[in-house]
């Protein structure tokens, strides 16, 4: 079912809270994942799913909540925010996330659980629902990536470049243009290269390129994490890993391929319109193969969770969830 938003004020987040509960959850002999809980430790369980991948949790993921009713979950995934070791390939896949995911429900005493994500987010809360489906109880996406070779060409080979031309210039300049034809492979080479300037580069122009095209107000609202050497390393390494490996899927267009393994599971997609880092036509290919999940095109958004149109959505998606 596919719908807009109701003529009524829009949500906003709910006031800030701090977490009842924090620590750091051993996973296997490289990684140790930082973790978090917040809200009402008696009600109902959410596991908030990051986006990048190399992202990391942030206070204000605790706000798309009613804290008096739902039990946040949160964490860092590998490599990056305050899992460590930062920025570590090692051992970190798809796969392997999941398993943390379910390491960490078993560690927090968790039956079945709401499940929220955002871009990257909303691929692993996907891959997760698919993997575990006796596991969840409802799905909260916004800005749906499926990982395809098409998503990726578009974004980082042809396609976004067209329509943020000042900010694709600053991508490919650290590339020279006789490797400019693979984008993904030579910012591969060099973000695992030993060159440490070059690393730290490349990791800053990856990094900002995305930054600088979440926004519908474009560049100049770029979140300034992106352009954080010490965030952006930790995020262009770990982004280019998964996408350079194809999401660590069997192939191409795997999400899709097994929705139906997720259908009976209540979701809610809140969908941009204007998304360029994940455009509308993969919310809407995922929307017809699974047409019973409900898809919220904000008219007015582009990409990023702070958007106003994507706040009210998620907030109303959260309240929703409380009663499927």
């Known amino acids: 079912m596919a719908f807009s938003a109701p003529l009524e004020p829009r949500r906003d987040l709910y006031p800030e809270i701090e977490p009842f509960a924090s620590g750091w959850m051993t996973s296997d002999d490289v990684h140790e994942i930082y973790y978090e809980e917040s809200g009402n430790p008696q009600g109902l369980p959410v596991v ?22 739902y039990r946040i979950i949160m ?17 970190n896949t798809t796969w392997t996330l999941i398993e943390d995911i379910e390491r960490l429900r078993e560690r927090c005493g968790v039956d079945k659980w709401v499940v929220f994500g955002g871009s990257w987010g909303s691929t692993l809360s996907m891959a997760y629902a698919i993997t575990h489906p006796e596991r969840v109880r409802a799905l909260v996406l916004r800005g ?13 080979q042809d396609g ?47 990094s900002s390129w995305e930054g600088e095209t979440v926004s519908v107000e474009g560049p100049n609202a770029r979140p300034d994490k992106f352009s954080e050497p010490e965030f952006a ?28 393994r997720m259908r009976h599971i209540p979701c809610w997609i809140a969908q941009g319109r204007f998304d360029v880092v994940t455009p509308i036509a ?43």
């Not at 490919?172 to 492979?185: K, S, T, Y």
Request: aromatic fraction near 14%; charge should be negative; charged fraction near 25%.
């Open 160 to 206: 976004a470049s067209m329509i943020f031309p000042d900010a694709w210039e600053r991508f490919v300049a650290p590339i020279p243009e006789a490797e400019r034809g693979d984008l993904m492979g030579a910012y591969y080479k060099r973000l695992i290269g030993d060159n440490v300037a070059e690393r730290e580069r490349c990791a800053v122009a990856w």
């Open 233 to 260: 390393l930790a995020f262009a390494r770990i982004e280019n890993w998964f996408f350079t490996n194809a999401g660590f899927f069997p192939e191409d267009g795997w999400l899709l391929k097994n929705v139906d």
């Open 48 to 69: 908030v799913l990051h986006g990048g991948p190399g992202g990391a949790v942030n206070p204000g993921m605790r706000r798309f909540f009613d804290p008096a009713k």
């Open 75 to 91: 964490f860092d995934q590998r490599g990056c925010g305050q899992s460590r070791p930062n920025a570590s390939l090692e051992n």
């Open 282 to 324: 993969s919310a809407w290919a995922l929307h017809r193969a699974w047409p019973e999940a409900k898809l919220d095109i904000v008219g007015d958004a582009g990409h990023a969770s702070s958007e106003p149109g994507i706040v009210d959505s998620l907030v109303r998606a959260t309240d929703w969830a409380l009663d499927v």
């Open 144 to 156: 749906i990536f499926l990982l395809t070779k098409k998503e990726l060409h578009w974004f980082y």
